[in-house]
């Protein structure tokens, strides 16, 4: 897979390389309690340099045998510092041509509409040069955040799911949404 590089008007989107994995451990780092009630419990390794070396080296693997594609959010002004992950995960061919997003916005950063620019790009780029048909989002019901971003781009909800993922150290329920490629080509 060639490289990915999404330039928006305020935002770049793409994936990580060794440099960037200190700007990836702030991210968390100072994001660690704001991200806590949405995402699964984090082994202290997951905070490290040591950690984040390795998973770059696996999401770059992973997105050249066309398994998953994780990518990093960084302003325009600022492209040295990470402010928000964009991932799209668990690719099925076949008859399926779909895969799951996932996405994280710094806490300082919401409410300016940097991840609907983010995600407006890299779904260009997953329905377009991936080729892929449909992509799932799910989201815990109390997370209006999420809720209204993925309607805003067009996501539909499909149902829910009871106590779907181990999230903030509990089965929870979600609420499943999808988006389809409408110009998919065989």
Sequence with gaps: MRAVRLTGERVIVRPADARDV???????????RHFAPWEPVRAAGFFTAAHWRKQERADRADARAQRSLRMFLFER??????????????????SFHACHLGYALD????????????????IEHAFGVMNLHRIMANYVPRNRRSARLLGRLGFRIEGRAKEYLLIAGRWQDHVLTSRVNRSWRP
């Design 22 to 32: 200190p700007s990836i451990v702030a991210f968390y780092r100072r994001n660690r």
């Design 77 to 94: 002004a600022r492209p040295e510092r990470v402010i928000g992950t964009v991932s799209f995960s668990n690719f099925v061919r076949g």
């Design 107 to 122: 806490e300082q950063s919401q409410g300016r509409g940097l991840m609907t620019e983010a995600l407006d790009l890299a």
